[in-house]
């Protein structure tokens, strides 16, 4: 499995701990890109008893709830869970904010 996703509901969950970002820079020819990596543990939770979805999985930064894998790849991922497969995330923000608080998290899932 390797899925390309996005953290959602991280609205709700307010008082999540700090993002430890690192930036990286990355030069291609005269036009600088710059990005950024997490350096937080980011680990996965299946929910099966969510009563808003049966698949959720929750995102956990440092431990504590920061959001949920979109609805539409929970199936699959949750799926893989409930096999005893142990998935594996990559974390990117994007749009960093201030106080570095990304806008949006990108999570590559492999297994």
């Given at each position: 499995m390797h899925i390309e996703t996005i953290v959602v509901g991280m609205s709700f969950y307010p008082n999540r701990g700090d993002f430890l970002l690192e930036k990286e820079s990355r030069w291609e020819g005269e036009n600088g890109h710059v990005s950024y990596r997490i350096n937080n543990e980011l680990t996965l939770k299946r929910e099966s008893d969510n009563k808003y979805d049966e698949h959720a999985v929750a995102v956990l930064?440092?431990?504590?709830?920061?959001?949920?894998?979109?609805?539409?790849?929970?199936?699959?991922?949750?799926?893989?869970?409930?096999g005893g497969i142990?998935?594996?995330?990559?974390?990117?923000?994007?749009?960093?904010?201030?106080?570095?608080?990304?806008?949006?998290?990108?999570?590559?899932?492999?297994?």
């Open positions: 930064m440092d431990g504590e709830k920061i959001g949920y894998i979109n609805k539409e790849d929970a199936e699959e991922v949750s799926e893989e869970m409930d142990k998935v594996k995330v990559e974390a990117h923000p994007l749009l960093v904010m201030k106080k570095n608080i990304p806008a949006y998290i990108i999570l590559r899932l492999y297994t």
